[in-house]
């Protein structure tokens, strides 16, 4: 028996199979290019429209508000660039933090590198962004903050709701990536008052190759992708409804079910992590120890190091991910436990584990008794733990 | 009885049977993150290679020259700004025609405003662009020539093999979209020695959603979407496994069956247009009279508007576009037909008829019937005909 546990739904989830039943239809039968403007392109447009009023609703924005994309990082991408771009007469200062996911650093990093002024604001070792730090970089001259909702890689929830407070205040452009607190916390725009919001469905039990970009009514924005009229003449591309059917439709289970989700998820994950500090020493959980998305847990282990021990657990058919999130091909140091000052010994050696709506006790259990396993045989023969011993 | 016929595939296509069946164990099996190195993720990426292999064989790529993206507007925009942007240094002028697709022309538009000095090269009655005026153009200032494979509109395919030995003679990097030539031709990117090439997979009976741009080994292209390291750190964001693999199938039957497919759409066409001629006067047909797509027939009608046409059509459960092609939500005038010097009088009056692999016969009776009536009421409507005949 070869038996398959996946705990890494912080990088993608399977589709859910009411999505999935809501999407089949859409490839065959409603297949027409909803820009069109007859029957099958009617057809289509409703099924668009609906997939757009639920994801609105999930966030309590209007349909109008909601832009279709390829997915997070082309609304990560949009959203800076374009309410930079458009609103660049004001001042050239730039802010985000340090945790960032790569589609927002990486921006900018863009930005900075045509001449804007970037401040990238440090977190303390829990992730949090300081507000005080932040109040204090803010400037006649700042145009956009970017600050993230929740954290891919340790979970951790910003104080999102001061933050914008602080920000809109000054009459400044917020923006924030909600693609790992989507489905997880209640997000309502409304409340938040924040001018542009980043949204993903294949991290929500939706499909892979759809996003989502919020833009408050009356924000001014630059296009990224741009051609045809689709997506009120804000985003080109014939849209991609099979998918936005499917996102809509996890959207809308994800914020029925979001209370009973958490609550499992939470307590298999608080189980996990008690079983195993009474099954192995030497580790350390990241990220803030409460204000945390209820699915993760992000872990260090003394001695050994993380890829090693994703290998290991990926022979007995576990699949989790190294701090290196989402995209785990890159075996490159993870920046967000760097800036939240983890020391460098330990960077290298995190698991994140992240569980998912289906996970159960029992595949904890053994998930555990093979990580004891693992670790033992790996600090058996690490040099760091020979040293150690020796030192003793 | 609701009858419904779909004369549109140039806008978009249904998925195939064959290509949805491999699509979905995608969705909730093989779901991981092709990027992820554990089993999940590696399930993902061998599927995902192949789709990748599949694409390439289809034009005669290596699998490394393709780069999968959210479809073919980004790839467009993608390619003439990643071009562009990467090649500047040599000078700032850019060519394209007339007669692009909008995601071309806007994205040189852009560029224009930008600073570069663009040419949009005209076309002659058939929409063919003028080998001459091309290399009267070009010069030592040139960095790009973007020229689409087969217009969308109307169907014209350009002389793309002397276009392109003309302007790589030159040593300037070229540019095709070939979205709509795609699966309707035989296309070879090394006999081409095209240096970017745009491919969609929702005109050729597979997923929307998804597309690719070629682009040939060693040619320097700047990124689009910024943030991870996916397709070898050309084009960030979680790569749409299920939608690559439908796409990659629908590639491999394309080629597969390409020839019995033109055969069966170019007859059923060529059947098309001479019912119509027998049934009804005064009609143009758009485009080269030869050097044209199988399966697209652009008609324009004396007097009568071609919105007027679509919706009875529509009534009667046809669906067709005018003129203005893949977003027919635009009602704009079609800028393909003004470039090919149909006069202003007939523009408005055009539909653009596009047969899919499973028209039938009966169902191109049953149009004509109802169109031959529908022009007629139109007609007998339309101040223009009576102006007309009143002159007679």
């Given at each position: 028996?070869?038996?398959?546990?996946?705990?890494?739904?912080?990088?993608?989830?399977?589709?859910?199979?009411?999505?999935?039943?809501?999407?089949?239809?859409?490839f065959?039968?409603?297949?027409?290019?909803?820009?069109?403007?007859?029957?099958?392109?009617?057809?289509?447009?409703?099924?668009?429209?609906?997939?757009?009023?639920?994801?609105?609703?999930?966030?309590?924005?209007?349909a109008?508000?909601?832009?279709?994309?390829?997915?997070?990082?082309?609304?990560?991408?949009?959203?800076?660039?374009?309410?930079?771009?458009?609103?660049?007469?004001?001042?050239?200062?730039?802010?985000?933090?340090?945790?960032e996911?790569?589609?927002v650093?990486?921006?900018?990093?863009?930005?900075e590198?045509?001449?804007?002024?970037?401040?990238?604001?440090?977190?303390?070792?829990?992730?949090?962004?300081?507000l005080?730090?932040?109040?204090?970089?803010?400037?006649?001259?700042?145009?956009?903050?970017?600050?993230?909702?929740?954290?891919?890689?340790?979970?951790?929830?910003?104080?999102?709701?001061?933050?914008?407070?602080?920000?809109?205040?000054?009459?400044?452009?917020?923006?924030?990536?909600?693609?790992?607190?989507?489905?997880?916390?209640?997000?309502?725009?409304?409340?938040l008052?924040?001018?542009?919001?980043?949204?993903?469905?294949?991290k929500i039990?939706?499909?892979?190759?759809?996003?989502?970009?919020y833009?408050?009514?009356?924000?001014?924005i630059?296009?990224?992708?741009?051609?045809?009229?689709?997506?009120?003449?804000?985003?080109?591309?014939?849209?991609?409804?099979?998918?936005?059917?499917?996102?809509?439709?996890?959207?809308?289970?994800?914020?029925?079910?979001?209370?009973?989700?958490?609550?499992?998820?939470?307590?298999?994950?608080?189980?996990?992590?008690?079983?195993?500090?009474?099954?192995?020493?030497?580790?350390?959980?990241?990220?803030?120890?409460?204000?945390?998305?209820?699915?993760?847990?992000?872990?260090?282990?003394?001695?050994?190091?993380?890829?090693?021990?994703?290998?290991?657990l990926?022979?007995?058919?576990?699949?989790v991910?190294?701090?290196?999130?989402?995209?785990?091909?890159?075996?490159?140091?993870s920046h967000?436990?760097?800036?939240m000052?983890?020391?460098t010994?330990?960077i290298?050696?995190?698991?994140?584990?992240s569980?998912?709506?289906?996970?159960?006790?029992?595949?904890?259990?053994?998930v555990?008794?093979?990580?004891?396993?693992?670790?033992?045989?790996?600090?058996?023969?690490?040099?760091?733990t020979?040293?150690?011993k020796?030192?003793?």
């Open positions: 028996m070869e038996r398959k546990v996946f705990l890494d739904s912080a990088s993608t989830t399977y589709v859910n199979a009411e999505v999935l039943q809501e999407m089949l239809p859409v065959d039968t409603v297949y027409g290019n909803a820009n069109s403007l007859h029957n099958f392109g009617r057809a289509a447009n409703e099924l668009l429209d609906k997939a757009r009023d639920r994801v609105a609703k999930a966030i309590n924005a209007k109008s508000e909601i832009y279709f994309t390829s997915g997070g990082t082309e609304a990560n991408n949009w959203a800076i660039k374009g309410l930079v771009y458009a609103n660049n007469l004001k001042g050239n200062h730039i802010i985000t933090s340090q945790i996911h790569d589609s650093l990486e921006t900018f990093k863009e930005l590198h045509e001449g804007f002024r970037v401040t990238y604001l440090p977190v303390d070792k829990n992730g949090i962004v300081n005080a730090n932040l109040m204090h970089v803010l400037s006649s001259n700042t145009i956009l903050v970017s600050i993230m909702t929740a954290n891919n890689e340790v979970g951790t929830i910003q104080h999102i709701n001061a933050i914008s407070k602080t920000v809109k205040e000054k009459g400044i452009l917020f923006h924030t990536d909600a693609v790992q607190a989507f489905s997880n916390l209640k997000i309502d725009v409304k409340e008052n924040v001018d542009a919001m980043t949204l993903s469905s294949h039990y939706g499909p892979k190759g759809i996003g989502a970009l833009v408050k009514r009356g924000v001014k630059k296009n990224l992708l741009i051609g045809g009229s689709q997506e009120f003449s804000k985003r080109a591309g014939t849209v991609n409804v099979p998918a936005a059917v499917g996102f809509g439709k996890a959207a809308e289970l994800a914020i029925r079910d979001m209370k009973a989700t958490n609550d499992k998820t939470k307590n298999l994950r608080d189980y996990f992590i008690r079983e195993l500090k009474n099954h192995i020493t030497g580790i350390h959980i990241n990220g803030h120890p409460i204000q945390r998305l209820p699915h993760i847990a992000n872990v260090s282990f003394d001695y050994i190091d993380g890829e090693s021990i994703m290998l290991m990926d022979l007995d058919g576990i699949a991910s190294t701090g290196a999130a989402c995209s785990s091909g890159d075996t490159k140091e967000v436990l760097r800036a000052g983890v020391p010994e330990l290298k050696n995190t698991i994140r584990f569980f998912t709506k289906r996970t159960t006790k029992e595949e904890i259990n053994y555990i008794e093979k990580l004891e396993v693992i670790v033992k045989k790996l600090r058996d023969i690490s040099p760091l020979k040293r150690i020796k030192e003793r």
